[in-house]
């Protein structure tokens, strides 16, 4: 099956719900149906050996929340936070995650038909990113695949 095929067959409705945001001058997009929460940018406490992209941890509301910061994990100029800044509490198979955006743009309802597959052009880093590309008006918006933003868990041989 296609990707563009498994797109569409992953939602039998004829219209989707995302939310769309902005990292620097670009326009990404999550299913709603991830989102949680939306809230702004809060300080995180660094962990020792994460990976470059992982800010570190926040509290939100007695649970520790990892936050990613999607420009450096897609490649892109890390942003220095301000108070301008967005984290976008997602959940992603069974773990909740934090994603610090620039900002959130709007809530897009977008049929099928508008929904593209990943150019064959692009490098299977961009593609392991971004799911597919929605045309909204003249603008091009990345469907970021949430599965891969996260680092592969490591499993330990003890059971705790």
């Known amino acids: 099956m296609t990707q563009a095929a498994e797109l569409i067959h992953e939602h039998n409705d004829n219209t989707r719900e995302f939310v769309s945001f902005r990292i620097g001058d670009q326009e990404y997009c999550v299913d709603i149906m991830s989102v949680r929460e939306i809230r702004g ?15 570190g941890v926040i ?4 649970a520790v929340l990892p936050i990613v910061d999607l420009a450096s994990r897609l490649g892109l100029e890390p942003p220095k936070p301000t108070q ?3 984290i ?6 069974e773990q909740i995650v934090g994603l610090l955006v620039d900002a959130v743009s709007d809530i897009l309802s977008i049929t099928d038909q508008k929904l ?8 299977e880093t961009a593609k392991a990113f971004v799911k ?10 990345r469907y970021i695949a949430l599965e891969s933003i996260l680092p592969a868990r ?3 041989s003890m059971n705790i």
């Open 41 to 55: 940018w809060t300080p995180a406490t660094a962990v020792p050996h994460a990976p470059h992209y992982v800010r």
């Open 59 to 62: 509290n939100l509301r007695g």
């Open 84 to 86: 301008r800044h967005v």
């Open 88 to 93: 976008i509490v997602t959940q992603v198979g």
């Open 116 to 123: 593209q597959p990943t150019p064959d052009v692009a490098s």
């Open 132 to 141: 597919g590309l929605l045309t909204v008006d003249d603008r091009m918006i």
């Open 154 to 156: 490591e499993t330990s």
